[in-house]
Every structure is written in structure tokens, then in C-alpha cells.
């Protein structure tokens, strides 16, 4: 008897307050406290506390985990203090071509847009493409039409400028044309601000998320590792949730997210190792730089990063929220 109602309210306490947590990352690169003012520091914490509390107060509501993800990332697109949406960087031609990914470790369905221009969000796009298409995958302009037939907002390129990747365009355009080594050489600190998301929701499903505006100075329809599934974003909910921040030549090449998702799975390893092991072992060794945010079923997070900093946010399964950038 005694038994009986305890399992009740056990049960009634599982109801009411589900097993759910976020990590959220706002990108990694040379981030260092010597050159960050005291209020652009605030203002990147404010931003990302708003957006992990957002959405694990949507969690916590038993929102959907897809929608959780999207809803946070959108906060980050809209900031112009990320590399993502409004804010993103320039490509060598002027404008921003954007690239975004979500997964879902539970039914294993994936979407992703790259090189859109005009979608206001393209997070929301990987959802449709998920959600709606019958593909992965949506590129350029055919993104953009699909987008717009199904209702997301279209806008002019120019809503995602912002003086401050201007100047950083300018940069590596000046470094460009004094590198001999021609294309490719001109990859600087300009990069940074990517965004991601990785959910445990009230389900139990694992979801990640990934929103960028890429490389700085990027040319010839250049695609990055985020909306590259396998390699920027990764979900099983037999493993983890894994999105990625950094060089993402070497996140494609060496498959990262979903190579920690498959650690834990084959090796039987625990996520920190998993994550740990690829982002400060085999990049460091192939010198890929960057992070990764993951998290696994039980709500275990996990957030290495082999750059000097990375823009990061969590709130655990018991409510316990960090925000963090630097490297302690
Ligand atoms: N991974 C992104 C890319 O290569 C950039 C970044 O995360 O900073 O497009």
C-alpha cells in the first residue's frame, strides 16, 4: 500500500516537472577577456541566458524538443551579436549566405537549408525541410522558394549587416590580398558566433540544432559543416544531441558530431569522454579548431572547446544554469 503511493506521486512528480535540459552555444574562436569590453561581455551573457531560459521553459511546458531548438536559436539569429541571421558574416561578395540544421534523435529526421540569403530564419527552414519535405537538404535559391510557398518570412540580405562584421570582412580582404598562398589563406579570427542548440525534451528525445552565417570572406557558394548532418549537427536518442562551432572543413572531414554520437554508442564511453576525445584529441591532432555543445538521454551536457573561448549556456535536469565563455 505503502508502496503503491509512492509510486503515485512519484509518477504525479514525473508529470508535472519532466526530465528535460538545454546546452546552448553562441561559437568558439579566439575569444579573449583582453579584448572584450566590460558591457560587450554583459550584453553576450544577458543574450545568451535569455535564450537557454527560453528554452527550457519550453521544455519544462513539454514543448517539443524540435521546437524548443528552433525557438532558442531564433533568439540568437535575431541578436546581432552572433554569427547568425542578423549579424552574420559577409561573404567576399558583400552579402551573407546562410546555412542551417536540425535533427531529431528520435525518428532520425533531419532538415537543412544552406547559402539562403533571403529566409529571415533559417533555422525555421531546417524545420520545414524536416518537417514538410521528403529531403535533407534545400540549397540556394530552390530553399528560398520552398520557404516562401510554405509561408516563412522572406527579407531583403541587407536586415542581416552589421558594422562590426563589415569591418571584419574588410580585415581579411586586406589579409587576403597580401597572402601568397592565394584562396583559403585568409581564414582569420573572423569567424566566430555561430549558434546551436541541443535539448533533452519531456519525451526523452534528443534534439540538436545549428544556425550560421559561416566563414567570413567565404566565396564560390562555400558550405560549411553546419547544415552538414554528421558533421555540425548530429541526433540519436540511443547516444546524444551534438552541435558544432569552428573550422568546419575539418568538422565535415572528420564527421564530428556524429562521431561522438557513435563513441558513446559503440564504445560505450560516457559523453564527456566522447566529446572530449574528438574536440581535444583527433581536431587538436588534425588542428581543427572549435567546440561542440552535446548532451545525452539521462541530461548529461557536455561542452569542450579546443579555441581559447567559446559562447555557451546550459540549464541541467535539476535547473542548474551556467553561462560561460572563456576558457574557466
Ligand atoms: N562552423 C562554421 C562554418 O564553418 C563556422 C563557425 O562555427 O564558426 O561555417
Same mark, same amino acid.
Given at each position: 500500500?505503502?508502496?503503491?503511493?509512492?509510486?503515485?506521486?512519484?509518477?504525479?512528480?514525473?508529470?508535472?516537472?519532466?526530465?528535460?535540459?538545454?546546452?546552448?552555444?553562441?561559437?568558439?574562436?579566439?575569444?579573449?577577456?583582453?579584448?572584450?569590453?566590460?558591457?560587450?561581455?554583459?550584453? &553576450?551573457?544577458?543574450?545568451?541566458?535569455?535564450?537557454?531560459?527560453?528554452?527550457?521553459? /519550453?521544455?519544462?511546458?513539454?514543448?517539443?524538443?524540435?521546437?524548443?531548438?528552433?525557438?532558442?536559436?531564433?533568439?540568437?539569429?535575431?541578436?546581432? /551579436?552572433?554569427?547568425?541571421?542578423?549579424?552574420?558574416?559577409?561573404?567576399?561578395?558583400?552579402?551573407?549566405?546562410?546555412?542551417?540544421?536540425?535533427?531529431?534523435?528520435?525518428?532520425?529526421?533531419?532538415?537543412?537549408?544552406?547559402?539562403?540569403?533571403?529566409?529571415?530564419?533559417?533555422?525555421?527552414?531546417?524545420? /520545414?525541410?524536416?518537417?514538410?519535405?521528403?529531403?535533407?537538404?534545400?540549397?540556394?535559391?530552390?530553399?528560398?522558394? =520552398?520557404?516562401?510557398?510554405?509561408?516563412?518570412?522572406?527579407?531583403?540580405?541587407?536586415?542581416?549587416?552589421?558594422?562590426?562584421?563589415?569591418?571584419?570582412?574588410?580585415?581579411?580582404?586586406?589579409?587576403?590580398?597580401?597572402?601568397?598562398?592565394? =584562396?583559403?589563406?585568409?581564414?582569420?579570427?573572423?569567424?566566430?558566433?555561430?549558434?546551436?542548440?541541443?535539448?533533452?525534451?519531456?519525451?526523452?528525445? !534528443?534534439?540538436?540544432?545549428?544556425?550560421?552565417?559561416?566563414?567570413?570572406?567565404?566565396?564560390?557558394?562555400?558550405?560549411?559543416?553546419?547544415?552538414?548532418?554528421?558533421?555540425?549537427? =548530429?541526433?540519436?536518442?540511443?547516444?546524444?544531441?551534438?552541435?558544432?562551432?569552428?573550422?568546419?572543413?575539418?568538422?565535415?572531414?572528420?564527421?564530428?558530431?556524429?562521431?561522438?554520437?557513435?563513441?558513446?554508442? &559503440?564504445?560505450?564511453?560516457? !559523453?564527456?569522454?566522447?566529446?572530449?576525445?574528438?574536440?581535444?584529441?583527433? /581536431?587538436?591532432?588534425?588542428?581543427?579548431?572549435?567546440?561542440?555543445?552535446?548532451?545525452?538521454?539521462?541530461?548529461?551536457?557536455?561542452?569542450?572547446?579546443?579555441?581559447?573561448?567559446? =559562447?555557451?549556456?546550459?540549464?541541467?535536469?535539476?535547473?542548474?544554469?551556467?553561462?560561460?565563455? &572563456?576558457?574557466?
Amino acid at each position: 500500500m505503502l508502496f503503491a503511493s509512492v509510486t503515485a506521486s512519484a509518477n504525479d512528480e514525473k508529470s508535472t516537472t519532466p526530465n528535460v535540459a538545454i546546452a546552448i552555444h553562441g561559437g568558439a574562436g579566439t575569444i579573449l577577456k583582453s579584448s572584450m569590453t566590460p558591457e560587450k561581455e554583459a550584453a &553576450y551573457r544577458a543574450k545568451l541566458k535569455e535564450a537557454v531560459e527560453h528554452g527550457y521553459s /519550453l521544455l519544462k511546458q513539454g514543448v517539443k524538443g524540435e521546437k524548443a531548438v528552433v525557438e532558442t536559436i531564433k533568439i540568437l539569429e535575431l541578436s546581432p /551579436l552572433f554569427n547568425a541571421g542578423v549579424g552574420a558574416v559577409y561573404t567576399f561578395d558583400g552579402e551573407h549566405e546562410l546555412d542551417a540544421s536540425i535533427m531529431h534523435g528520435g525518428t532520425k529526421n533531419a532538415g537543412a537549408v544552406a547559402g539562403v540569403k533571403t529566409i529571415k530564419s533559417p533555422i525555421e527552414a531546417a524545420l /520545414l525541410v524536416m518537417n514538410e519535405s521528403p529531403h535533407v537538404m534545400l540549397s540556394g535559391k530552390g530553399a528560398e522558394a =520552398y520557404a516562401a510557398e510554405n509561408g516563412l518570412e522572406q527579407v531583403d540580405n541587407k536586415i542581416f549587416d552589421t558594422e562590426f562584421r563589415k569591418q571584419a570582412l574588410d580585415k581579411a580582404k586586406a589579409r587576403m590580398a597580401q597572402a601568397s598562398t592565394g =584562396y583559403g589563406s585568409q581564414q582569420g579570427n573572423e569567424r566566430f558566433g555561430t549558434v546551436g542548440a541541443v535539448v533533452l525534451d519531456s519525451e526523452g528525445n !534528443l534534439v540538436a540544432g545549428t544556425s550560421t552565417g559561416g566563414m567570413t570572406a567565404k566565396r564560390y557558394g562555400r558550405i560549411g559543416d553546419s547544415p552538414v548532418i554528421g558533421a555540425g549537427t =548530429y541526433a540519436d536518442n540511443e547516444s546524444c544531441a551534438v552541435s558544432a562551432t569552428g573550422h568546419g572543413e575539418y568538422f565535415i572531414r572528420y564527421h564530428v558530431a556524429a562521431d561522438i554520437c557513435a563513441r558513446m554508442k &559503440y564504445q560505450n564511453v560516457s !559523453l564527456d569522454e566522447a566529446a572530449n576525445t574528438v574536440i581535444n584529441d583527433v /581536431l587538436v591532432k588534425a588542428k581543427g579548431d572549435g567546440g561542440v555543445i552535446a548532451i545525452d538521454k539521462l541530461g548529461n551536457i557536455a561542452m569542450p572547446f579546443n579555441s581559447k573561448g567559446m =559562447y555557451r549556456a546550459s540549464i541541467s535536469t535539476e535547473g542548474v544554469v551556467t553561462v560561460a565563455i &572563456y576558457k574557466d
